[in-house]
């Protein structure tokens, strides 16, 4: 008895002894690289430094005071939601038609994924390059384009203070439909193909399939869509700084890239740490009041 | 009935027809493009073939500091690969197989850490790798790389070892061997298909990465490649076609990766988008 209970002990006190040596790694990554950035941040946003100094001025809550009242940082954020509304309405829709269109071709459309998918291979600053060059207005694309139907015409997209969020939406939606698309897909074919051949057999549509088991099967996947779509998007930063800087006079400004301008290039590290703290707390409280309120409709 | 065809199909088959031209019509713009002389594209327009195979553009790169850039690159991803799978493969095994009192909770900061944007931590990271004195060096890239990498792959490999059916740990347990004898000899390398999906998804992921590479880095000897489309780009900026050759290069090692293992980067992206 007294042999089993010490065996049991040693076994526990290994277990333990394994358990620490194996996550030492991982925790000290996350500790020096995610957690302590975190706090510094934010400790940071309480001073009013640049960069240089050796000392730092404590400010107290100056600069988030400051913050509430930037203009440039609100229009930002509305940019932000923009891109967030236009992304969840443009993306998850063509990405649901064309994963439908994927699975019920199975692999004839082979070809057709594979295409489809091409975007999400680049980076995003290879991808800002290249619609940088699409939509010049000299030897664009799209002004190739334009051209065929009406003359001479010469239209700066990028450097229209109303169009330049709206291309840079089309780019943004370029790059991600196929990652929604994919992720659909995967859905899709997770389902059983019992429940489409009972369905067929009582007599539905593929359509009324779709609209009647599929999609209400998917509702987590789709949900997950929502919540990806809706943080990626308050997080927008590579694209955007490539193709427009923020510009034409902050009309594709976000906060990402406002908060670069503001530490790395006006050296205001106070601010821009006042502004990435801002960030964590918005795309946190977002996030999960999104998963919150989704999963409150669903008790109901 | 099945093969009918009706104007629905070739209303879809359409449809489906544009989308492929959509997404791949920059594609084809870069690569002709990258085939043309300055000034051909301003006479011939854009959609038309290259007159010949023109390869000066080509040359011209590859003569230029581009294979820096590549190095970069090639160390930066290959390192911060190594430390990942290392680590990640460490964590995993605790995580899916030894019961102890903080699993749970411990698990739960490394999913929570995959939602921190990281915006918040570039002010930070960027003193802290100034006061380590390898600011604008290569090895300032690897820690965040590491770190930023390091939730998505525990979590995938987690729920990979789960998987792993129990019994031959049994028998190796029995057999006398430790934990850690268990881990090395069983478990780690039973895992392989797990890594090889980590291993392209989180190559093609820091292949990419861009706002590290910015702000960690200032000078050609230490930038990676979708930096140098940058550093190109002042200095071909009106060349079109010059620009088009750089991002057609730095594409290709993500094509042939997509082509090697495009199931597995399709499983590793399914699997980040779980975590939302």
Not at chain 2, 145 to 160: H, Q
Request: glycine content about 6%.
């Amino acid at each position: 008895m007294n042999v089993t209970h010490s065996l049991a002990k040693s076994r526990k006190r290994q277990t333990i002894f394994a358990a620490t040596v194996f996550l030492i790694p991982v925790f000290l990554f996350i500790a020096v690289y995610i957690v302590y950035p975190i706090f510094d941040s934010f400790s940071l946003s309480l001073n009013s430094w640049n960069g240089i100094d050796s000392a730092k001025k404590f400010i107290g809550f100056g600069n988030w005071i400051t913050l509430m009242g930037d203009k440039v940082f609100w229009k930002a954020f509305s940019n932000n939601i923009i891109i967030m509304i236009l992304s969840i309405l443009i993306q998850l829709p063509i990405g649901m038609a064309l994963a439908v269109l994927l699975d019920v071709g199975g692999r004839k459309l082979n070809f057709f994924k594979v295409m489809y998918f091409m975007p999400m291979l680049m980076s995003s600053v290879a991808i800002g390059f290249l619609f940088k060059y699409v939509y010049d207005p000299q030897f664009g694309f799209i002004s190739a384009i334009i051209k065929l139907f009406n003359g001479s015409a010469m239209v700066d997209i990028l450097g229209s203070t109303t169009l330049a969020i709206f291309a840079v939406v089309a780019v943004i939606c370029w790059q991600f439909t196929p990652f929604y698309m994919v992720y659909f897909l995967a859905g899709l074919s997770s389902l059983p193909p019992e429940i489409y051949e009972a369905a067929i057999i009582d007599g539905a549509t593929r359509g009324k399939y779709f609209w009647r088991v599929a999609l209400p099967m998917l509702k987590g996947t789709v949900k997950s869509a929502i919540v990806l779509s809706l943080v990626g998007a308050l997080k927008y930063f590579d694209l955007i700084w490539v193709m427009t800087e923020g510009g034409p006079s902050g009309s594709t400004e976000l906060m990402a890239t406002y908060m670069y301008k503001n530490a790395f290039q006006s050296m205001k590290m106070g601010y821009g740490a006042t502004i990435a703290s801002a960030m964590f707390i918005i795309i946190t409280a977002i996030s999960l009041l999104t998963i919150k309120g989704m999963n409150r409709k669903e008790e109901e | 009935m099945k093969n009918k065809i009706t104007v629905t199909k070739i209303i879809i088959a359409i449809i489906a027809l544009i989308c492929v031209v959509v997404a791949a019509a920059p594609f084809y713009f870069m690569i002709i493009s990258s085939f043309k002389e300055q000034f051909e594209l301003l006479t011939t327009g854009i959609f038309a073939f290259p007159k010949g195979l023109f390869l000066d553009n080509y040359k011209a790169i590859v003569e230029s500091n581009f294979y820096k850039y590549l190095f970069n690159s090639l160390f930066v991803v290959s390192v911060s690969l190594v430390l990942i799978l290392m680590t990640a493969s460490f964590a995993a095994y605790p995580f899916s197989r030894l019961k102890f009192k903080y699993n749970k909770p411990l698990f739960a900061i490394v999913v929570a850490a995959m939602a921190v944007p990281i915006h918040v931590t570039l002010i930070p990271l960027f003193q802290l790798t100034q006061s380590l004195h390898i600011y604008d060096t290569v090895w300032a890239l690897i820690g965040p790389y590491v770190a930023f990498n390091i939730p998505i792959s525990v979590f995938i490999l987690t729920s990979f070892m789960a998987d792993i059916p129990k019994e031959l740990e049994e028998a190796a347990e029995i057999d006398g061997c430790g934990k850690f004898g268990t881990f090395f000899k069983i478990l780690f390398p039973l895992s392989k298909p797990g890594l090889a999906t980590l291993a392209i998804y989180n190559s093609v992921n820091m292949w990419n990465e861009f706002s590290f590479a910015l702000v960690l880095t200032q000078t050609e000897r230490s930038r990676t490649l979708p930096l140098s489309i940058w550093e190109y780009q002042g200095q071909y900026s009106a060349n079109m076609p010059m620009i088009m050759t750089v991002l057609t290069l730095c594409a290709i090692p993500m094509i042939i990766a997509f082509i090697i293992g495009q199931d597995k980067l399709v499983k590793g992206m399914m699997a980040g988008a779980v975590k939302g």
